[in-house]
């Protein structure tokens, strides 16, 4: 069993930065792989970034550039760095957590981001 808390959401001007976090917890695990994704109305829900044991990282290409995942392995909590943020970056962004041990994935409640012009 595995919760997910996120953090950092909000609203923002075109250009500005935001810093989403998001802490795993539970018993007995070890993170394979966490990933942000989004959802904006009308649209399914997309990956942005993700990040796997070991380190290595895939990005949407919209993203590309502009934002950077990241994790802290001790506190088992993953991090999104966005800068350069457009309009179009607005949507509902989950965590989403893969365990090694998976038989399901997890994921957060969502956090909005609000990117003004």
């Known amino acids: 069993q595995v919760q997910l808390e996120e953090s950092g959401g909000g609203l923002v001007q075109a250009g500005g930065s935001l810093r989403l976090s998001c802490a795993a917890s539970g018993s007995d695990f070890t993170i394979a792989r966490m990933g942000w994704y989004r959802q904006a109305p009308g649209r399914q829900r997309e990956l942005v970034a993700a990040?796997?044991?070991?380190?290595?990282?895939n990005y949407a290409d919209s993203v590309k550039g502009r934002f950077t995942i990241s994790i802290d392995s001790a506190k088992n909590t993953v991090y999104l760095q966005m800068n350069s943020l457009k309009p179009e970056d607005t949507a509902v962004y989950y965590c989403?957590?893969?365990?090694?041990?998976?038989?399901?994935?997890?994921w957060g409640q969502g956090t909005q981001v609000t990117v003004s012009s």
């Open positions: 989403n957590c893969v365990p090694l041990t998976a038989r399901r994935d997890y």
């Open positions: 990040i796997y044991r070991g380190g290595s990282t």
